[in-house]
Nanobody, 114 residues
Framework: QVQLVESGGGLVQAGESLRLSCAAS????????MGWYRQAPGKQRELVAS???????TYQDSVKGRFTISRDNAKNSVYLQMDGLKPEDTAVYYC????????WGQGTQVTVSS
C-alpha cells in the first residue's frame, strides 16, 4: 500500500520561507499528477498546488507567485517551496495524488505568525 510522508513544516514569521517535502512509496507516484493540499482549523481541506507527470503546474490564486511545486520522479518525491508566507497560510499541509485517492498521511504543520 502506498504511504505518504510529509515533512518540513514549522513555525515561522510572516515573510519567511519553508520547503515541504513528501515521499511516496509505491509505483503510483510516477503515473499520477501530485498535489499539495492544506487544511486550516475549522475549514475543509483544499488543493494548493498541483504538478502533472511531465511537470506542468497549477496553483490556487492565493499562493500564485509565492509557492512553487516540483517533483523528483527518481526519488518518488514532491516538494513545495513556500516564500513570502502569510498568517493565512497557517494549516496542516498534505500531499496526495490529484485528484486524491490515496490514504492521507499525517501531514506537516505550518504556522505563520504575524
Amino acid at each position: 500500500q502506498v504511504q505518504l510522508v510529509e515533512s518540513g513544516g514549522g513555525l515561522v514569521q510572516a515573510g519567511e520561507s519553508l520547503r515541504l517535502s513528501c515521499a511516496a512509496s509505491g509505483s503510483v507516484f510516477r503515473s499520477n499528477a501530485m498535489g499539495w493540499y492544506r487544511q486550516a482549523p475549522g475549514k475543509q481541506r483544499e488543493l494548493v498546488a498541483s504538478i502533472a507527470t511531465r511537470g506542468s503546474t497549477t496553483y490556487q490564486d492565493s499562493v500564485k507567485g509565492r509557492f512553487t511545486i516540483s517533483r523528483d520522479n527518481a526519488k518518488n518525491s514532491v516538494y513545495l517551496q513556500m516564500d513570502g508566507l502569510k498568517p493565512e497560510d497557517t494549516a496542516v499541509y498534505y500531499c496526495n495524488v490529484d485528484p486524491p485517492f490515496l490514504p492521507w498521511g499525517q501531514g506537516t504543520q505550518v504556522t505563520v505568525s504575524s
